[in-house]
């Protein structure tokens, strides 16, 4: 790696307030990361596995007057928190700039995030197998798609030389030229979503194509 985690850590955009600022950007989400590689799942359990810290420990993350941050630090925090550009910090960092290779994109909701009357998140995310991970990731708007949001996401990402591959909601041609116009290449489900396109398939494949081999 050209950069540590920790340097990355420091490129998200702070978007606190200066009252709110009493520990940097980067040693909040440090304690976190590290908080949830040691099996921490929610703020509670974060602010209870820095809380436990010695301060030769703290001092680790940036925090040099021994005092661990309290449970609501976490929650304004996140709750300030651009996801996007996190994500994107987080992709850049894993890139280290070589190629990609293979690219799956997809979109879930995430579980446990619906809320009362509210919507459960849903997220697209773009991984890649050279890797093992997750290189980009956007927060898909209840009344958005995922289509607008595969297109940003992946014009943060370097496609030369990659391929990419998606489910059917992704065969689209404006995703489809961006890949090829950026030097990628591309492989998507071609469903009944796309009922010309499914038939022009099946008609240029003729008795070769499975689609022929299934009705007849």
């Known amino acids: 790696m050209t950069r540590s985690l920790w340097e990355a850590l420091a490129e998200v955009p702070d978007r606190r307030d200066a009252r709110g600022r009493q520990y940097a950007i980067q040693s909040l989400l440090g304690l976190s990361l590290a908080a949830m590689l040691a099996g921490a799942d929610d703020l509670r359990a974060i602010f209870r596995w820095a809380r436990r810290l010695r301060p030769e420990a703290l001092a680790l993350f940036g925090i040099d007057h021994g005092r661990a941050p309290a449970h609501a630090t ?92 998606g489910d059917a909601i992704f065969t689209q041609r404006e995703i489809c030229r961006h890949i090829r116009d950026q030097r990628g290449h591309y492989l998507f489900v071609v469903k009944a979503n796309q009922p010309e396109l499914l038939a022009d398939i099946k008609s240029a494949f003729g008795d070769d194509s499975p689609l022929s081999r299934a009705a007849a």
Not at 131 to 149: Q, R, S
């Open 74 to 165: 976490y929650h304004y925090f996140f709750q300030a928190l651009d996801a996007d550009a996190l994500a994107a910090a987080l992709g850049a960092w894993a890139q280290d700039g070589g190629p990609l290779g293979h690219i799956a994109i997809d979109g879930k909701s995430l579980r446990g995030s619906r809320r009362l009357d509210c919507a459960a998140l849903h997220g697209l995310s773009a991984f890649t197998t050279r890797l093992e991970a997750v290189v980009g990731a956007l927060a898909v708007a209840p009344d958005a798609n995922e289509i607008t949001a595969a297109l940003t996401l992946l014009k943060g990402l370097p496609l030369d030389g990659a391929i990419i591959t």
